[in-house]
């Protein structure tokens, strides 16, 4: 149970526009780079092995490959630096966390992709329409 001050000073700082990604789901992560006065946007992409916490200290995991080195990052989901997440691929999954990834080697290191399936035209509105 959370203190009820200790949610009334979170909530200010919660983001109100969250995109909605699961585990296994590969991610383009806008992330804001500050060096010296400049500042610019660096996209981090790869596949969502981990999700935790809650609130204002909700964080996720995302690993890529870079030359055949495994790369693994944590952002914090309301931070400021975080400045987007654009879901690319979803993953189909029976884990809620991918540790067993790290241990893979080539094709084997892929999630498979979650196919959503359409929705058949519904009889009534094709009898409709002959």
């Known amino acids: 149970m959370r203190q ?5 000073v979170e909530e200010a700082y919660l983001k109100s526009a ?10 383009d992560v806008h992330c804001r780079i500050v060096e010296g ?8 992409n790869g596949v969502v092995i ?13 690993r890529r490959i870079v030359y055949n080195e495994g790369v693994e ?12 997440v654009k879901i690319k691929r979803r993953g189909k999954v029976r884990r809620a966390k991918l540790y067993y990834l790290r241990d893979r080697v080539g094709k084997a ?7 959503i399936q359409k929705k058949a035209a519904q009889p009534e509105l094709a009898a ?3």
């Open 109 to 115: 290191r892929k999630v498979r992709e979650l196919r």
């Open 37 to 44: 006065e400049k500042e610019r946007v660096q996209i981090f």
């Open 50 to 62: 981990a999700r935790r916490g809650g609130g204002i200290n909700e964080a996720f995991t995302v």
């Open 128 to 130: 409709a329409t002959t």
């Open 18 to 27: 969250i995109p909605e990604f699961h585990i296994g789901d590969t991610v």
């Open 73 to 84: 990052r944590k952002f914090m989901v309301h931070s400021p630096n975080v400045v987007d």
């Open 4 to 8: 009820p001050l200790i949610t009334l």
